[in-house]
């Protein structure tokens, strides 16, 4: 019985945490009228060719979707490559101060990011990245949570296993490529799917940067989609669905590694 309460409990659960997202799937296919009127409609509607090509005619979907891709798939390729690299130095070498610059390190963290916003700001602006995609890509690709996670992981690695490497004559680049990303792969995951999802959904720092229309990414265009005389919210809910849709194939895809990343190291032996 106690089981049964536990799995009709989660269930419940589940089915509270799924109804947003459903509700949305579920008005991308309504009309305005349809999505107003009362008791709400719960089921698909046939709206959707109509939403479509609304939303075509108000936005460039397709060149926003490309442009959210290339930031956030940058800005996460970088972020996995030198947290990784940063968080190895900090777990495997010796080097001086090499806590004191990790404290330092972890302090930053605790500073909001609210308060660097108009430096980082002065600062793009000065390097001409203001319309460019450089200053969402390159200013945050090694942060301190991502070292953090990564040293944290990389404190696990035996060794021996890194010695019998250096036996074998690998150079420490090989050792890092070859022997140590492997092990970590479940911190990858876990870190990737993070901060994939902070940059996809990233609406401050694209709407301070990118004031061409063309260069716009997903979130400030669907900003774009809300008016002071209206807003149809039939296409803004089909634009949401194509912008959240991205961001649950990669969940779904590294499930599996996410899970056991952040699982990782709960059970001492």
């Known amino acids: 019985m106690k089981k049964v309460l536990l799995y009709a409990a989660l269930s419940a659960l589940a089915l509270v945490m799924i109804l947003p997202f459903y509700m949305m799937f579920v008005m991308s296919t309504l009309s305005t009228n349809t999505i107003y009127s009362y008791p709400p409609v719960m089921w698909f509607g046939k709206n959707l060719a109509a939403n479509f090509q609304a939303m075509s005619a108000k936005v460039d979907i397709v060149r926003a979707f490309l442009n959210s891709c290339t930031v956030t798939i940058l800005n996460t390729a970088l972020v996995l490559l030198f947290c990784s690299i940063g968080g190895y130095a900090f ?51 090694a942060n301190a949570f991502g070292i953090f996670w990564m040293r944290q992981y990389c404190q696990k690695i035996p060794a021996s296993l890194l010695d019998a490497a ?26 990737g799917i993070m901060q994939f999802v902070n940059v996809w959904n990233d609406f401050v720092q694209p709407l301070m940067i990118l004031r061409r229309i063309p260069l716009q990414t997903l979130p400030v265009l669907l900003k774009t989609m809300v008016g002071d005389r209206g807003t149809d919210y039939g296409s803004l809910m089909l634009a949401s669905t194509c912008a959240i849709l991205p961001l649950l194939a990669v969940f779904l895809l590294a499930s599996k590694f996410f899970m056991s990343g952040l699982t990782a190291g709960a059970i001492k032996e």
């Open 91 to 141: 777990a495997v070498y010796r080097f001086p101060f090499k806590k004191q610059l990790f404290g330092l390190l972890l302090v930053t963290m605790m500073i909001p990011w609210t308060a660097g916003v108009v430096p980082w700001f002065w600062l793009m602006s000065k390097f001409g990245w203001i319309n460019s995609f450089k200053a969402l890509i390159f200013p945050g690709a």
């Open 166 to 191: 250096r036996i074998d004559g690998c150079s420490e680049w090989t050792i890092f490529f070859r022997v140590v990303a492997p092990v970590i792969l479940p911190a990858y995951a876990s870190l």
